[in-house]
């Protein structure tokens, strides 16, 4: 991985100016974000920023081709990555006009002229099939509420030998993030199960794809992956 790319993940919340709590937290970065990062998912910055550039390398370095982002959520983890792909065309797509609305904000500020924003749902994608080199999603899949229907939209919407990347909470790696898990986070509807233990989402991935690789750091799996051409 290029230094630029690493001192993207490294820097993401001081390269955007993150706005709050929420990128304080996915970047372990602010005080109560990283307070949270220990308590909840037991992980430090190094363990955060390990599980990025993992999920993050199955973007090839002066990438070109067209890539989906899907949530992009407020955009804090990826828009700093962007900056360092100028040549790529990349389309962002949440559920939520206000989450996006802060991913818009940070493309802006960093004057991303390749990013495009739509909202919508992962379940019924609004693009032909075979669209994209690459879909990535970032924290996704533990909060979509249909993901057999987010699976086979990402499928559907990759070119054939595209890329399939990213991470999100798999039960069954650390007791105390599954209690929280279960007792907060569902509760206030931000993560919705059924989810993924490692051996499952390995299992899925290597029925559907080719060359997977995957592994998870404490509770966050990290894969990339190949459709078949
Ligand atoms: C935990 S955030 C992750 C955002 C970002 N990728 C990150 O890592 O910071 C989850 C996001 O999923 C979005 N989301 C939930 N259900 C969705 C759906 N059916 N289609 C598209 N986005 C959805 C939410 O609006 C939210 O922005």
Redesign the pocket.
């Known amino acids: 991985m290029s230094v630029e790319r690493k001192e993207a993940i490294r820097g993401a919340y001081r390269l955007t100016g993150g706005s709050g709590f929420?990128?304080g937290m996915?970047t372990c970065s602010t005080l109560s974000g990283k307070a949270v990062c220990r308590l909840v998912w037991a992980m430090n910055k190094t363990e955060c920023d390990a599980y990025l550039e993992k999920t993050l390398s199955g973007i090839p370095e002066h990438f070109s081709g067209r890539l989906l982002?899907?949530?992009?959520?407020?955009?804090?983890?990826?828009m700093p990555v962007y900056k360092t792909l100028p040549e790529a065309d990349i389309t962002c797509?949440?559920?939520?006009p206000?989450?996006?609305k802060q991913a818009q904000e940070k493309a802006e500020h960093l004057q991303l002229r390749n990013v495009t924003f739509r909202q919508?749902?992962?379940?019924a994608l609004p693009y032909n099939d075979g669209t994209f080199d690459i879909v990535l999603?970032?924290?996704?899949f533990?909060?979509?509420?249909?993901k057999e229907a987010?699976y086979r939209e990402v499928l559907r919407v990759l070119k054939p030998g595209g890329t399939f990347c990213g991470?999100f909470y798999v039960q069954g790696e650390h007791r105390r993030t599954d209690w929280f898990i279960r007792h907060a986070y569902e509760k206030a509807g931000?993560f919705?199960p059924p989810y993924e233990t490692v051996f499952s989402l390995k299992g899925r991935l290597e029925q559907t794809y080719e060359a997977v690789r995957a592994g998870n750091l404490k509770s966050i799996a990290w894969f990339c992956c190949r459709k078949a051409k």
């Open positions: 929420y990128d996915i982002e899907v949530p992009v959520g407020t955009g804090i983890l990826t797509l949440d559920y939520s206000d989450m996006m919508g749902d992962v379940g999603s970032l924290n996704g533990h909060a979509f509420p249909d987010a991470c931000f919705t």
